[in-house]
């Protein structure tokens, strides 16, 4: 198997996954929030697309999605261009609310395609290549794919839980 095509599995079994949890979901539990400092399952989603956007685009040396393909202005948060999530407040994550499922869906898959578009490119030896001196050790571009992976997975799982308790109810 091909570096790519372990890279191409990995970040397609994210978008299974964002897939099945916004599958069906109303706009209510998508913007609910099961406590006050909790993030919705729609921030969760749009941070796991803003997280992967701004990641590998700034490895493939592209402009991001969001910016680039307009989603900034489409879904009209009053956060910067350049913000993924990292970080927010309670009245941020509040902000990133309204949006419904299929345009989350449209803006994922459109970062999910410029991902798999990237990740067909590389060869092993692409893995070394350092992509961030502000860590020591200095980051390689395999450590920032697998770290953009492990993230997104993990959000997956929480978006999925929160899912499973709104079920619940």
Known sequence: MEVS???ADAFSRVQ???HAVLDGLSQEDLDARPGPAANSIGWLVWHIARVQDDHVADVAGREQTWTGDGWH???SLSLE???IGYGHTSEQVEQVSGIKAS???AYYDAVHE???GYV???AAADLDRIVDTRWDPAVTLGVRLV???NDNQQHTGQAMYVRGLLESR
């Open 114 to 116: 410029a991902t798999l």
């Open 120 to 122: 067909s490119t590389l």
């Open 5 to 7: 095509d372990v890279f």
């Open 103 to 105: 345009e989350l869906l």
């Open 147 to 149: 770290s953009v992976v």
């Open 73 to 75: 202005d489409r879904f």
């Open 81 to 83: 261009p350049r913000d």
């Open 16 to 18: 299974e996954e964002v």
